[in-house]
């Protein structure tokens, strides 16, 4: 089996049924700032080939939720990104959410972190597919310790992502 599809597996096995992933020093190799102002076209190079390759396994795995949570604002430019980088993918099964209005606040959940994209995203889960998400039946892949570090807290399973061999790591998670 494909090392991606054995992350997907190993995922499923730990009972994870929503996948939250960062996007700027996550999925793609560099910080835009929230403030790119080249085309998206020209961000997908930047694409970690991993991330590619565990989308295609994720997206094609239907227990699995994925969304992408962000604090940049530019969600339309994210959502050109991963549309181009995973052609072949059904991308419409991506949840986003980010700095851009298009969602509300949730009550009662911490606005440190992810913690309140993850929970919006959960929201729709629920609302759209009938399927109960638990904190610890989610996993954030980030860059950024403190937002690692919140969602441990949350009872969340983490993975802070260093490098292109980052989802290594998974396929000896517990």
């Known amino acids: 089996m494909e090392k991606y599809a054995r992350i997907v597996q190993k995922l499923i096995s ?3 049924k929503l ?5 700027d020093q996550t999925i793609i190799n560099i910080h835009t700032g929230g403030v790119w102002q080249f085309t998206s076209k020209s961000l997908v190079s930047r ?3 991993c991330f590619k390759q565990f989308f295609v396994a994720a997206l094609s795995c239907s227990d699995l939720y994925v969304a992408i949570v962000t604090q940049s604002p530019q969600i339309s430019l994210i ?4 549309e181009q ?3 072949e ?3 419409s099964r991506i949840h986003y959410r980010g700095a851009d209005g298009g969602w509300s606040e949730v009550k009662g959940i911490s606005k440190e972190g992810k913690q309140q994209h993850i929970e919006s995203v959960i929201q729709q889960i629920e609302k759209e597919h009938r399927v109960k998400i638990k904190s610890k039946e ?3 892949l980030d860059d950024d310790e403190r937002n ?3 969602a441990k807290s949350c009872k969340m399973k983490t993975l802070l992502v260093k490098g292109d061999d980052s989802l290594d790591q998974l396929l000896e998670a517990r």
């Open 14 to 16: 730990l009972n994870i």
């Open 19 to 23: 996948v939250a992933v960062d996007f």
């Open 47 to 49: 694409v970690r080939p």
């Open 79 to 82: 959502r050109e990104v991963i």
């Open 85 to 87: 980088a995973l052609p």
């Open 89 to 91: 993918c059904d991308t």
């Open 138 to 140: 989610v996993i954030l």
């Open 148 to 150: 690692i570090s919140v």
